[in-house]
Nanobody, 127 residues
């Protein structure tokens, strides 16, 4: 079993930055592909970014956040981060951390591939 706990959400003005953290426990962190997803009110959950296990640092991003968000991981601290810059009101959502034991190349954006989920942290961007 894997436990994921997100932190770092909050209320921020458009154009500002936030950093989300997700602390993992219960399984060898370095062996897991870690992703961030988000869900805005009235919308389906959508992929944000992922960092792939055993890949030497491969990362993938949704087009909507590419160039503004950066995902990173610290295997020594069992933590994955999401640095969010130039935030927009459209980024307002509950952000979820997720972990997968194995994800085939090309399917990183599919939330069904992720087995473990955190409780979510709210990010609100005001205009």
């Amino acid at each position: 079993q894997v436990q994921l706990v997100e932190s770092g959400g909050g209320l921020v003005q458009a154009g500002k930055s936030l950093r989300l953290s997700c602390a993992a426990s219960g399984r060898t962190f370095s062996s897991m592909t870690m992703g961030w997803f988000r869900q805005a009110p009235g919308r389906e959950r959508e992929f944000v970014a992922t960092t792939v296990a055993w890949s030497g640092g491969n990362t993938y991003y949704a087009d909507s956040v590419k160039g503004r968000f950066t995902i990173s991981r610290d295997n020594a601290k069992n933590t994955v981060y999401l640095e969010m810059n130039s935030l927009k009101p459209d980024d307002t959502a509950v952000y979820y951390c997720a972990a997968a034991i194995f994800v085939y190349s090309g399917t990183y954006a599919d939330d069904r591939k992720y087995t473990y989920w955190g409780q979510g942290t709210q990010v609100t961007v005001s205009s």
